[in-house]
């Protein structure tokens, strides 16, 4: 069995309030676990009002199978975020 993360980092350019950030997470979240259901979650800078971290996860037996699912994931991520995406990183974790 394979993990796969996907960690992504937006900059919320003029946002101010958590209300706005929250919305903007909760959008992207809902969009994200319905197209490809895959787990996600916001992971750090909860209190920032102007950051937003997501990681996503998958569970796969293949590697390259993952690695497809979270490269669509990413591209969809950045095409309907209005967001700029500042970081995007994806691990694998082997475990038996």
């Known amino acids: 069995m394979i ?3 996907l960690t992504v980092e937006f900059e919320l350019h003029g946002n ?3 209300k706005g950030k929250r ?3 909760s959008s992207l ?3 994200v676990r319905n197209t490809f259901n895959v787990s996600i979650a916001e992971v ?3 209190d ?7 990681a996503v996860v998958s569970v796969s ?4 199978h993952l690695q497809s699912r979270l490269d669509k994931c990413l591209a969809m991520m950045e095409a309907v975020c209005p967001e700029e995406m500042t970081y995007s ?5 082997a475990a038996e």
Do not use: C, P
């Open 48 to 54: 920032s009002l102007t950051r937003l971290s997501l």
């Open 23 to 25: 919305r903007i997470a």
């Open 89 to 93: 990183d994806i691990e694998f974790f």
């Open 44 to 46: 750090r800078n909860q």
């Open 3 to 5: 993990i796969g993360v």
């Open 61 to 64: 037996n293949s590697e390259r």
């Open 29 to 31: 979240k809902t969009k």
């Open 16 to 18: 101010d309030s958590l």
